[in-house]
T-cell receptor
């Protein structure tokens, strides 16, 4: 049981490039989330999904897109990368949206130069 | 919108001593959940303790306990018998419906 896995661990992008951050969970969780963590700050919600085919915006969705075609996978797409997207990105999952804890992946450190 | 405030950016404590990390939050909701997460240098987010707002009894997990004051909207974390492995950034988080809102964190250093 690997939990939540993310790839890649690190990435450097040039301004204007695009990329997809991968996230997979093997716990059969319905809920999945993408967060970003800027230096010295807490996590902010980018997008979330309550099940396959259903996604919704979080607090900071601009510049990102997501899809959820399967229960296991929840990729995050960055189009036209900008320096403001330099951050650490965390994927998480949970059994429901209420009291249960969210399980986090190890994070992806992204630098846009 | 909910907000979570952690007013102590950095703290330190001697090994084996007790330390308390502060957290306040703002919400108009009555049913919600509060969490403390730990983020060591490895960057992994690890759940430390959870509190349901409808429960009056404060949650306890081994050396970790909370002081939950619902009327004051306060949720502090007490770490007893601090260990070197407790060195990490600690985040307070508020959860209602589907969204988890984090504070900015407190960097705790345990000194030998």
């Amino acid at each position: 049981n690997a939990g939540v896995t993310q790839t890649p661990k690190f990435r450097i992008l040039k301004i204007g490039q695009s990329m997809t951050l991968q996230c997979t969970q093997d716990m059969n969780h319905n809920y999945m989330y993408w967060y970003r963590q800027d230096p010295g700050m807490g996590l902010k919600l980018i997008y979330y999904s309550v099940g396959a085919g259903i996604t919704d915006k979080g607090e900071v969705p601009n510049g990102y897109n997501v899809s959820r075609s399967t229960t296991e996978d929840f990729p995050l797409r960055l189009e036209l990368a900008a320096p403001s997207q330099t951050s650490v990105y965390f994927c998480a999952s949970s059994t429901t949206g209420n009291s249960y804890e969210q399980y986090f992946g190890p994070g992806t450190r992204l630098t846009v130069t | 919108a909910q907000t979570v405030t952690q007013s102590q950016p950095e703290m330190s404590v001697q090994e084996a001593e007790t330390v308390t990390l502060s957290c306040t939050y703002d919400t108009s909701e009555n049913n919600y959940y509060l969490f403390w997460y730990k983020q060591p240098p490895s960057r992994q987010m690890i759940l430390v303790i959870r509190q349901e707002a409808y429960k009056q009894q404060n949650a306890t997990e081994n050396r970790f306990s909370v002081n939950f004051q619902k009327a004051a909207k306060s949720f502090s974390l007490k770490i007893s018998d601090s260990q070197l492995g407790d060195t990490a950034r600690y985040f307070c988080a508020f959860k209602s419906a589907r969204q988890l809102t984090f504070g900015s964190g407190t960097q705790l250093t345990v000194l030998p």
